[in-house]
């Protein structure tokens, strides 16, 4: 938490920062954040070698994309939970945002060919640390890239989102594999070395024991190597919160951690940004 002051200094300038954060991804292994101008809605990029951000508190709807043609929400409406208004989010992408995390069906009550695409459960490594998660097979690559994962593995393929969900978390509570880290607990691997050895041979485990549950076929462990950063780092970063004021030298970029040098090592939360309103130097 910053203090009152920086708050109130907040406040009074976030009204005129001016590019809007409207999405955060992967391309490969380069990170972009794609900012709006609020007066043009012309896209840029944030540039992520040069920190020297101010970042609102304040989040509004991201607006959506039809194609690569983009739309501002039209009611630009405040946001907390999810970066789209129910309204953007049930007209463009999901009639109920909670079913990204928790679908409802298989696609027969909502007619969303999203909810009915196939779907994989996959153990996700960060180090030796293990996780267990579901993604659309369209996306599982850059879904492991935008988590940070080290290295990761296809366990199963099931024809509805619900069902691999129904699948994760049974496996989760079968082999008491967690299905979330806290980030500061995640942050704790960027000052530690990759064992490569122990994430193979705890995947080796894992896979005997998942060889005989039906639907799984335990696949085989790939790697994530090539983040544009130099790890392990001398201590574990700081997280900070998103709003406010941050400045400082670039280390690099690994998931949704920004990595910078100010008094400390420090980590931004890059995909907490996105809904946002942004100060910074942009690249077009």
Excluded at 61 to 89: L, M, T
Excluded at 114 to 126: G, I, M, S
Excluded at 227 to 252: F, M, N, W
Aim: proline share 6%; charged share 30%; glycine share 6%.
């Amino acid at each position: 938490m910053f203090e009152r002051a920086d708050r109130l200094w907040l406040e009074r300038v976030e009204a005129s920062l001016p590019y809007h954060a409207v999405e955060f991804e992967w391309r490969g292994f380069e990170p972009v954040l794609t900012c709006r101008n609020r007066s043009s809605d012309d896209p840029l990029s944030l540039d992520l070698g040069r920190v020297d951000y101010v970042i609102s508190g304040h989040r509004e709807c991201v607006g959506h994309y039809e194609g690569d043609r983009y739309f501002a929400c039209p009611d630009r409406a405040a946001v907390s939970k999810f970066v789209q208004c129910a309204a953007c989010a049930e007209e463009f992408f999901i009639p109920h945002q909670e079913c990204v995390f928790e679908p409802k069906c298989d696609g027969d009550l909502c007619d969303m060919d999203f909810c009915r695409r196939e779907h994989v459960v996959y153990l996700a490594f960060y180090n030796k640390r293990v996780k267990i998660g579901m993604s659309s097979n369209r996306r599982v690559d850059k879904r492991l890239v935008e988590q940070g994962a080290d290295a990761f593995a296809l366990i199963g393929s099931f024809l509805s989102r619900k069902k691999a969900r129904t699948a994760e978390k049974e496996i989760s509570a079968r082999l008491r594999i967690p299905q979330a880290f806290k980030q500061e607990v995640l942050l704790e691997n960027f000052a530690r070395p990759l064992d490569m050895k122990g994430i193979q041979g705890n995947y080796d485990a894992l896979s005997a024991s998942l060889e005989a549950q039906p639907g799984v076929a335990p696949g085989p462990l790939r790697w994530l190597d090539s983040y544009p950063i130099e790890l392990p780092l001398e201590v574990k970063p700081r997280l900070r919160e998103t709003p406010g004021r941050h400045r400082g030298k670039a280390v690099g970029v690994k998931g949704k951690w920004l990595i910078y040098r100010a008094t400390r090592l420090t980590a931004l939360n890059l995909a907490d940004i996105p809904s946002r309103f942004v100060g910074a130097e942009l690249l077009p």
